[in-house]
């Protein structure tokens, strides 16, 4: 077997089991359970009920994970907001987490458009920290235009720029996100 041949299956197999392990520990009416990080099926944010849709692990080559990642949904109306909650297995720079985010915006939405909002993607930037292993960062789109940062339980800032809320989101959820695995996972598709 040639190098390519066995690179290919080390990747199948491991795709295989992240998919047993993320399948094999759910429960929709007690939440998913991945590494030792439980996200529950539901929770309330500002009065209303979040729903959760999936969660799946982003891992950096086939070696390390980065961190589990949960995505929950609520109705609202003709809208529906989306809370991404993000728990960290290792320690990143908040340089590092705001260098991949920046270039995943650009590719995505173009340079003119993330000159366009540039001031409150600053701002955003500005407001994070570096992580370490147990950390959470959670992202909330509210009323389509609202994005609200927490980091560990505790509000950090809230932006209302439709066009950076929906751009943040998409690093993960657009059409060419951060890792399709995760996406699929997060969008309850496994």
């Keep these: 077997m040639n190098r390519r041949n066995t690179l290919t299956s080390i990747s199948i197999y491991t795709l295989l ?3 047993f392990i993320l399948t ?7 939440g998913i359970h991945i590494k030792d990080i439980y996200f529950p099926q539901s929770h309330t944010f500002e009065n209303h009920q979040f729903e959760l849709s999936g969660a799946g692990i982003l891992t950096w080559g086939i070696l390390v994970d980065l961190y589990a990642a949960a995505l929950y949904t609520s109705r609202q109306e003709k809208r529906e907001d989306q ?5 960290y ?3 990143i720079k908040a ?3 705001k260098q991949v985010a920046e270039s995943f915006i650009r590719r995505q939405q173009g340079p003119e458009k993330l000159e366009r ?3 409150a993607l600053d701002q955003l930037h500005n407001a994070m920290q570096d992580v370490k292993p147990g950390d959470r960062y959670v992202l909330t789109l509210k009323d389509n235009n609202r994005l609200v940062l927490e980091f560990n339980d505790s509000e950090v800032i809230t932006l209302n720029d ?5 751009a943040y989101l998409n690093i993960w959820l657009g059409k060419d996100p951060i890792d399709k695995s995760l996406k699929i996972s997060l969008l309850g598709q496994t």
């Design 117 to 119: 909002m540039r001031p």
């Design 17 to 19: 089991i992240s998919v």
């Design 24 to 30: 094999g520990s759910a429960n929709a009416k007690q």
């Design 83 to 87: 809370r991404l909650v993000i728990h």
């Design 95 to 97: 340089t590092k987490i």
């Design 162 to 166: 439709p066009l950076l809320a929906e």
């Design 89 to 91: 297995l290792i320690p």
